[in-house]
Structure formats: C-alpha cells, structure tokens
C-alpha cells in the first residue's frame, strides 16, 4: 500500500489506509457512520511508550467484541478530549461497494502508534498515514506562547530566543523578542498545533493531488 501511494497509483478504497484527519473532519465522519464502538487503542497497550488515554479508538464495527457500542455525543466527547491531550485524530477508512463507511478514527501520539513507526522504517512518513493539509503560522496574530511547540509530535515548530527567552515590554529595550520557527518539511498535517492555538495564529491549508478518501466521502 506504501508502494502504491508513493508512485501515485489508484488507491483500492475497499482498503483501509490511514490519513490525517482534522478535528472536525473527524466529527463529520461520526455523524456519516451506524455505529460505534469504543476499544481500547492496541497500539499503546503493546507499546506502552506513553501515558496518553487507552480508551479512544472509535471502530464502525465489534467483529471482535472488544468494544461497546456508544452514542455520537460520546464519540465526540472522546474525539475533543483526545486531541487536547495531544493525540492526532486518524481516519482508517474503508468504502464497502454499497457505500458503508468501515474502519475506525483513531486517536493516535507519535510514540506508539504502528502506522507511525512503520511510516518511518519505510521512509514514508507524509505518505502513511497520508498527510493532507499543511500548518500556516501567521506571525502577526503569534504572542509567541510556545504552545504549538509543545503539540507538535513532529518538532516542526521551535522557538528562537536569540536573548535566552528574554521578551522586551518597553519600546526602549533592544532585546530582540523571541520568534516561532516553522518547519513545513517536518509538519504532517495532523492539526494538533491550530486547535492548541488560543490566537488563532495558525491555520491549516488543503494540499493539492493528495490520494485522499476522506475528500472523496462529500461529507
């Protein structure tokens, strides 16, 4: 499936490959979906590499009876939760050949999740889970608060402070104020950096020619 993605070729949409979502792209996939189920993420139980919530893989199906089926309200809550915590939401999305969304919005972190760790093995880490969008930093609206650098699983922001974090208040002072660095090479698109931001100083952009499901579901 990483092969087929890297030469661009015709993805099997009866296939589930896992894809950044936003906040509330992921939303909008609960709304679209019969049923859910709560399991736990399989990914940090084996992994054990972080203390991020166990309970926030959100499954269309209980083949497995692992899970319990909740309401949307509840998936929702789970979904906002998760990302305040810091974990990406990922869509492993499938389309059966009647028009059934499969597969699950799971909430992942960049220290357990096997799709990541794959990703990185295989070099492919913008391809699996695909990435769709792109961080833009506005630096007029920054106050340069370091949130978004302490979000980003991927280290793409940092932050400059060429005087040891000193921040100049009076019009006076020649200290040079500390600056967020961007890095679009390191961004995978996830979000978790404009939904942390309380100004509003970051926005994520569509990318052009992604092989993407989710843009072809018309939610």
Sequence with gaps: MVTDLRVGNFRDT???WPEYLLLNE???VIEAV??????PCNCRLMMGAC???IYTCLRFSNNRDIGWEISKTRAREILKRSNQKGLMQSGELSVSVDGKIGGAICNCCADCCCPHILAKDLAAEKLWPLTRYVASLDAEQCTTCGRCV???PFDAFSIDSPDDGYTSVSSEDTHQKPIISFNAHRCRGCGLCSTGCRERAITMIKLDDVN????????
């Excluded at 993407?212 to 939610?219: M, R, V």
């Design 51 to 53: 203390r991020k919530p």
């Design 26 to 28: 992921a939303e909008l």
């Design 212 to 219: 993407s499901l989710y843009d072809n579901l018309n939610l």
């Design 34 to 39: 019969n049923h859910i189920y709560l399991w």
């Design 150 to 152: 302490r979000r980003c």
């Design 14 to 16: 009866t296939q589930r």
